[in-house]
């Protein structure tokens, strides 16, 4: 990847050593580091989206959970996943550290992890910020554009629900850390090296999708924000939901930390062809429909069952 902007030359001291080893780790996804602002072409047409996510220490991983190389990758796919749901392109990630002492010669690593999930999304490393603190934490910005992007608010009455990939993972592996066991492979897989469905998200907008949400805080919360946000009922039948690896329906609805996709169509999907293409499912497992009041009903056999509340930060 040819530079669009070049470094500027890093003066002495020992934060620009940290910055130094992250550059090192980083190669040429990382671009014009070191001045004050990044500077961002955007095609013509296209508006600039811009999202920041992040990732802290006790709150979204443990440091025994998993290695810095995937603290960083997985921070970066959990930010990127915001432009997939609004069917962007990324243009750059800016990254911003808090880095205690006792993270600092992991620096390296957590960077290659960053660099790594980068380059998957073709999105160079513009700059950020880097400061001392009292827990690690990753604040990840990503910039992207659309010529068309996509929010919640556009889902219509009679718009078919789809999800994409198998859900459960995450929430199974976390479970399992938490009782001091080890979660198996694919569960683990799925919390530590998660991916953002950048590429799908454009394949399904193409083909007409009204709105979309990525699924960081379970899937029953994710479907109440578009309920919300289009004002409509969403009616979803729970023994459709894609479950991996021998998991129930119910943590499929619940489990956080997926970054999977939830689109509504108003014609169906050929979910042949999008997992020929990318080698994940995507699975209809409702509809929308014209409501008073904004709702998301859950169905299980033709009969109604109540939904979990999903994850958030804030609730006691």
Do not use: N
Request: with cysteine; proline share 5%.
């Amino acid at each position: 990847m040819a530079h669009l902007t070049p470094h500027v030359a890093l003066g002495p001291g020992a934060e620009f050593d940290l910055i130094r080893a992250m550059l090192d780790a980083w190669g040429d996804i990382a671009e014009g580091i070191g001045d004050d602002a990044a500077l961002l072409v955007v095609p013509p047409g296209e508006r600039l989206a811009v999202s920041t996510d992040s990732s802290v220490e006790e709150v979204h991983f443990r440091r025994h959970w998993i290695t810095p190389e995937e603290i960083g990758y997985r921070a970066t796919q959990a930010a990127l996943s915001d432009l997939a749901a609004m069917a962007a392109t990324p243009l750059g990630i800016l990254v911003a550290l808090s880095i205690p002492d006792s993270w600092r010669r992991d620096i390296g690593a957590m960077a290659a992890g960053i660099g790594e999930a980068a380059r998957e999304a073709g999105a160079p490393i513009r700059g950020g910020d880097l400061t001392t603190g009292a827990v690690l934490s990753l604040t990840i910005t990503v910039l992207g554009s659309a010529s068309s992007p996509l929010g919640r608010g556009g889902v219509k009455p009679l718009d078919h629900l789809y999800v994409t990939g198998a859900l459960g993972g995450p929430a199974r592996a976390v479970e399992a850390w938490e009782a001091g066991e080890v979660p198996g492979s694919w569960c683990r897989e799925r919390f530590a090296r998660p991916r953002a469905r950048v590429r799908e998200a454009r394949w399904l907008a193409a083909r007409g999708a009204h709105a979309m949400i990525d699924i960081s805080d379970g899937l029953a919360s994710e479907l109440r924000h578009l309920a919300h946000a289009s004002h409509v009922e969403l009616r979803i039948e729970v023994e459709r939901l894609p479950c991996g690896a021998g998991g129930s329906w119910r943590e499929a609805l619940s489990g956080g930390e997926e970054y999977e996709l939830v689109v509504c169509t108003p014609q169906e999907l050929d979910v042949d062809g999008f997992a020929r293409t990318f080698g994940i499912p995507l699975t209809r497992i409702g509809q929308a429909r014209r409501a008073e009041h904004p709702a998301v009903t859950a169905m299980f056999r033709g009969e109604r069952v109540d939904l979990t509340t999903g994850h958030d930060h804030f609730s006691s």
